[in-house]
């Protein structure tokens, strides 16, 4: 079986900058969903990745529209557009439970998407702040 969705946009993180914690949700046997992704980097790595998820988020070829919050400098949350429907800023995990029920194959889409959003990371930018330290 191939690596989680979530597990495969962590290990892209790890290429292009160093990543403290990371947490995602769901967290499926199968690995094939994902709804949102909340990660830190290092500080001196934030503007780089703020920059690669960015441009990267707009050029992957996927059909999940992401958003990129970095509510402190070097924390990150990435999700698909529609979890803003339902106000992500008091509770994510609530947030995701809604987006669920209202999108039942969205976090099947944005799993698969989140893949090619790494592949798109690993291509795009190999010579990243991680390449340097």
């Given amino acids: 079986m191939n690596a989680s969705a979530s597990a495969t946009f ?7 900058a160093r990543r403290g914690w990371f947490s995602s949700w769901p967290s499926e046997v199968d690995g094939g969903s994902l709804l949102y992704a909340a990660f830190h980097v290092h500080p001196e ?18 059909q999940t529209r992401w958003v990129i919050l970095r509510p ?20 994510l995990g609530k947030a995701a439970v809604l987006l669920r029920q209202a999108y039942p194959n969205l976090e099947r889409q944005a799993g698969a998407d989140i893949r090619r959003f790494s592949e798109h990371l690993y291509a795009a930018f190999p010579q990243s702040p991680r390449g340097a330290a």
């Fill in 45 to 62: 790595d934030a503007d780089a990745v703020s920059s690669m998820l960015e441009s990267s988020s707009l050029t992957y070829g996927g």
């Fill in 10 to 16: 962590s290990k892209a993180l790890d290429c292009i």
């Fill in 72 to 91: 402190k400098q070097n924390r990150f949350v990435v999700f698909p557009e529609e979890l803003n429907e339902f106000n992500t800023t008091d509770n």
